[in-house]
């Protein structure tokens, strides 16, 4: 598919319809964008061996947990529901606290991350989309083919998501790009941080370097894999209850480590909606984490779910 051809008008919130993509990444972001895609997936390739040589200290697995969680809700909650699809306001504190968790997970920085998928609501599984399965064709080789592509291939895409296009609400403020233009400083906090927690645990070097590995790299390469799944195998594979323009999925095994975004199908159904999991035992981890949020009083405005629209929504 060729990002360039025509599109569609532009979802409600976003500005008239201009092109696609916008400016070309230089040859040190392409650069980094190998690294930190490259290096978290050769850790977690890593994992059985380092493991079977010098074991897994639970201060590991403590500082891995934590890490993931907060920067896998920093995307779920914060780059996906709120920043890109607005389904609650918040306080600006909790704001620039969630673009910074966010942040955390190195999937990019919010504006972009944000662009990206928004443009990818707006073409979902047609032309234009950035990481369709699909956009190769449904013959074995094509799907396998597409999986790829879907899952981590459409990263190393060096034309950028046009930001004028599809976030200009983000591009209008200030807060959102300072956080934004201070995002290899968060990369910087996600990385050494683990490893400094490691040596204040053990007070060793050791210590320093198992915190780096397992709280560093093999907790960001889950982080990617997990979200990348939603968009691979969430477009290709499960149930669809409910119904969207596109061929996304719900795909239980992912709903816990997910934080609740493998309920895709609902999602692209009903995208400005705060919770994904709907149907009796879906688990939405941060659907439950923007209740509390509320219930404290720090976001407001929640799009929840009502009967009615739902009804509407389901599939016959």
């Known amino acids: 598919m060729s990002a360039e051809a025509a599109a569609p008008e532009s979802p409600p919130g976003l500005s ?52 993931y969680v907060v920067g896998i809700l920093g995307v779920t909650v914060g780059y996906h529901r709120h920043f890109t699809h607005k389904s609650f306001k918040a306080r600006p504190w909790l704001r620039i606290m969630l673009a910074i968790s966010g942040s955390l997970a190195i999937q990019g920085s919010v504006m972009a991350w944000v662009a990206d998928h928004r443009r990818h609501h707006a073409y979902s599984d047609k032309e234009g989309d950035p990481h369709s399965p699909w956009r190769y064709g449904t013959s074995p080789t094509a799907v396998a083919k597409g999986f790829f592509w879907s899952h981590v291939g459409w990263l190393f895409e060096r034309r950028k998501t046009n930001y004028e296009r599809f976030i200009p609400d983000l ?123 509320e219930r404290f009083g720090w976001v407001h405005e929640v799009r929840w779910p ?11």
């Open 16 to 67: 008239p319809v201009r092109p696609i993509l916008g400016a070309t990444r230089s040859n040190w972001q392409q650069g980094l964008v190998w690294a930190f895609v490259v290096a978290p997936m050769l850790a977690l390739l890593a994992t059985v061996p380092v493991m079977w040589g010098w074991g897994l200290g639970w201060y590991d697995v403590a500082i891995a947990a934590v890490f």
């Open 171 to 293: 591009l209008a403020d200030r807060a959102v790009r300072r956080v934004s233009k201070l995002f290899g400083l968060w990369v910087a906090v996600s990385l050494i941080l683990p490893a400094a927690l490691g040596g204040l645990l053990t007070w060793s070097w050791a210590g320093v370097l198992t915190g780096f590995f397992w709280g560093g790299l093999v907790r960001t390469g889950l982080v990617h894999h997990v979200t990348w799944s939603i968009n691979s195998i969430c477009h290709m594979v499960g149930r669809r209850p409910f119904r969207s323009r596109d061929r996304s999925r719900n795909f239980w095994p992912l709903a816990i480590l997910s934080m609740g975004e493998s309920w895709h199908n609902l999602h692209h159904a009903d995208p400005t909606c705060a919770r994904h999991g709907v149907l009796p035992g879906q688990i939405d981890i941060s659907a439950r984490v923007i209740w509390l949020f």
């Open 306 to 316: 009502t009967t009615s629209r739902l009804t509407k929504l389901r599939a016959r």
